[in-house]
């Protein structure tokens, strides 16, 4: 079977580096993770196997058993950082910097007096983060989610993760919604995410099904596999090779293969070497 890569995917430099610093870190066992680091199960193994301790997102709490925090790539706001360093903690923070951008840009944009408006997740941790330091503003994942804001200075900012297309039609629907009042927009996608959804759109007119490899909770992830699912296609996401199943592939000759931004290279590799020697069906058609 033949397996055609996305030009651009796999883990982006913010994860990168969030990784690196975890793994570098000297006594772990005097740390806690604040969460998951990233959203992917195979990097959560490697640093629980260090001897981290961690916390899942929706029992993040300041009272932490070890002196050490380390704050996820995902960001947390300052509020909730100012209580754990309240508490005694010293902070690792290993907050992607397009994430911090965001925080940033949210905050002074609530300090002129906007109303501040996210395009994203509400249940996820980075879209939590970004609003933890606002009072006024609204979360939007749907232009159902719309509606006219008690503001006449209204600023839309997004989830870094966020689809370009879904991000326009949001940003419509506020004006429409809005009309009259002063609206300003500004695309915090982040680039890597940008990168790889441009490549998966490139991917799909050259293949049959798509095997999008990453975690289950990872929001970047799904967008990659909604994207294929959009075009009609067959998609199946797994979290490593072990996952996938010949039964998938009958009656296809070419796969595209893509990943999310916290997903690592030699999960990425596996996958595809498994993809390859996979011995499927022979009564291939090709896709017209």
């Keep these: 079977m033949k397996v055609i890569r996305a030009q651009a995917m796999g883990m982006c430099f913010g994860v990168k580096d969030a990784l690196s610093t975890v793994m570098m870190m000297d006594y772990p066992e005097r740390a806690t993770v ?27 709490t300041p009272a932490v058993s070890t002196p050490n925090v380390v704050i996820t790539a995902h960001g947390l706001s300052d509020k909730e950082r100012r209580t754990l360093e309240a508490s005694g903690k010293t902070l690792i923070d290993t907050t992607c910097p397009l994430v911090s951008r965001v925080h940033q840009i949210a905050r002074d944009l609530h300090e ?8 994203g997740r509400k249940d996820h941790v980075e879209v939590q983060g970004i609003v933890g330091d606002l009072e ?26 966020t689809p370009p297309a879904l991000l326009d039609v949001l940003f419509e629907t506020i004006s429409r919604k809005n009309a009259g009042k002063e609206i300003r927009f500004i695309d915090t996608i982040c680039g890597p995410t940008r ?50 199943r010949p039964g998938w592939f009958y009656g296809l000759d070419t796969v595209g293969l893509t990943a999310g931004t916290s997903t690592l290279d030699q999960t990425i590799d596996e996958v595809y070497a498994a993809l390859v020697e996979m011995e499927v069906s022979c009564d291939a058609t090709i896709r017209k």
């Design 112 to 119: 002129k007096g906007y109303f501040v408006i996210v395009a």
């Design 195 to 244: 990168k790889r959804q441009e490549a998966v759109e490139d991917l799909l007119p050259k293949v049959q099904a798509l095997v999008v490899v990453g975690g289950k909770n990872s929001n970047n992830t799904r967008q990659l596999r909604a994207l294929g699912e959009k075009a009609g296609l067959p998609c199946f996401q797994v979290e490593r090779a072990s996952e996938l």
């Design 34 to 60: 604040y969460g998951q680091l990233v959203h992917n199960g195979e990097v959560l193994k490697r640093i629980k196997a260090r001897g981290f301790s961690t916390l899942e997102e929706s029992d993040r």
């Design 136 to 161: 006024r503003f609204a979360v939007v994942a749907r232009p159902e989610d719309v509606l006219v804001y008690p503001s006449d200075r209204i600023a839309v900012v997004c989830q870094t993760t």
